[in-house]
Nanobody, 124 residues
Framework: QARLVESGGGLVQAGGSLRLSCAAS????????MGWFRQAPGEEREFVAA????????LYADSVKGRLTISRDNGKNTVYLLMSSLKPEDTAVYYC?????????????????WGQGTQVTVSS
């Protein structure tokens, strides 16, 4: 049974940093691109970042470029999101997700497996 478990969320001041982790199990991790999405209260879920199966290509939403970095460790079946220079508008529940190779990683419908989410709150 496929499972994704996020960790590392919390409360941080504006300008601070957090690192989110997502541990995968129950499926062949290297056959999937991995993405991070976020959803703020009253908003739709939005794409944040994605990384292809071998980590050689990374995609970012314009709103996070230069501040957030996605990476993956295939030996540990884990994907990370390093978040720096955080802003109050980054406050949201962050979800990791897995999409088969070749799918459009920018859209949520491409992803087959989802984690339960981790809350990130950035205070001003």
């Amino acid at each position: 049974q496929a499972r994704l478990v996020e960790s590392g969320g919390g409360l941080v001041q504006a300008g601070g940093s957090l690192r989110l982790s997502c541990a995968a199990s129950g499926f062949n991790f290297i056959n999937y691109g991995m993405g991070w999405f976020r959803q703020a209260p009253g908003e739709e879920r939005e794409f944040v970042a994605a990384v292809i199966w071998d980590g050689s290509n990374k995609l970012y939403a314009d709103s996070v470029k230069g501040r957030l970095t996605i990476s993956r460790d295939n030996g540990k079946n884990t994907v990370y999101l390093l978040m720096s220079s955080l802003k109050p508008e980054d406050t949201a529940v962050y979800y990791c997700a897995a999409a088969p190779i070749g799918n459009d990683y920018y859209i949520a419908e491409s992803y087959h497996y989802w984690g339960q989410g981790t809350q990130v709150t950035v205070s001003s």
